[in-house]
């Protein structure tokens, strides 16, 4: 089905439409109505992802600020669904140094792992991988091993695996169980000022140990500058405890490198080309070549 005939499912009356850049995996469009209200529809990559995302906004809603989930299209043979979201105000967190804006950050991301399995109810697509978490990163790791390997040098890849081995001895017992974004990184991030407005893209989202949440924020925002760090640390230990992120950053650094290179593969590395180009600098510079 056409983005056209999508919007006319929604009953929309538009003045204009446009794609949205940087979204990896789902088809997002913003929607500008005739009454000058903007809204955007998603189309997600497949029917799992389309399912945690209802179901993510369904535990969300009212307790962290996330998007309205306005309606929902099942889809047809040709589309797994769509979506359609009301507008966060906002733009994508950008890498500017703001020390109040790293604690509002720490803030909202603590109040985000302290949303935990809801007690007697049966989640139907969210996982709880947290009671068999070391299982499930042997999954995701040897799962993603096999795309990985087809795409990088043997040697990288046998000092890889040897690496994974060697961290995953060292790491702390894991911090959970919490509701874990699994994306959560600055174009996710949407801010006005030193405020934090809230998240979007919940495609990936699981209950899980925390740990595996600080990787992308760290590396795109906080590591800018140690104030940073320290700030969003003390914002969310306003809300709950932090792990020593010291201790685990390292190994999830290196294995959502590692993951992410199996992902291009598995989705296209000519079409994934820079991302894929990052991950494998951050690899080798996670491996000492």
Request: hydrophobic share 40%; net charge negative.
């Amino acid at each position: 089905m056409t983005i056209t005939s999508i919007i006319k499912h929604f009953g929309l009356s538009t003045q204009s439409i446009s794609d949205v850049a940087d979204s990896h995996s789902s088809t997002v469009y913003k929607v500008l109505l005739l009454n000058g209200e903007t809204v955007y529809i998603k189309i997600p990559f497949s029917k799992l992802k389309f399912h945690l995302e209802i179901e993510a906004y369904t535990i969300l809603h009212g307790r962290i600020s996330v998007p309205r989930l306005l309606d929902v299209w099942e889809g047809d043979d040709e589309t797994v669904g769509a979506l359609l979201l009301s507008e966060l105000e906002g733009d994508p967190l950008a890498p500017k140094l703001s020390t109040s804006l790293a604690y509002e950050i720490g803030v909202y991301h603590a109040s985000m792992h302290a949303i935990q399995p809801p007690a007697g109810q049966d989640l139907l697509h969210i996982k709880n991988e947290f009671p068999n978490w070391s299982e499930f990163m042997d999954r995701m790791f040897y799962g993603f091993a096999e795309d990985t390997k087809k795409v990088i040098e043997p040697s990288l890849y046998e000092r890889s695996i040897q690496k994974y081995i060697e961290l995953k001895k060292e790491l702390p017992a894991p911090d959970g169980p919490a509701f874990i974004h699994m994306d959560f990184r600055p174009a996710n991030i949407l801010v006005k000022g030193d405020q934090v407005m809230g998240t979007i893209d919940f495609e990936s989202v699981r209950f899980g140990a925390t740990e595996m949440d600080f990787t992308k924020i760290h590396r795109d925002f906080l590591s800018l500058d140690p104030s940073l760090k320290l700030a969003y640390e003390k914002g969310y230990r306003s809300i709950r405890p932090l792990i020593d992120l010291d201790r685990v950053l390292e190994f999830y650094r290196f294995t959502d490198a590692f993951n992410s290179i199996g992902w291009c593969q598995r989705r296209g590395v000519e079409k994934n080309r820079s991302f894929y180009e990052r991950n494998l600098g951050i690899l080798k510079v996670e491996l000492g070549v």
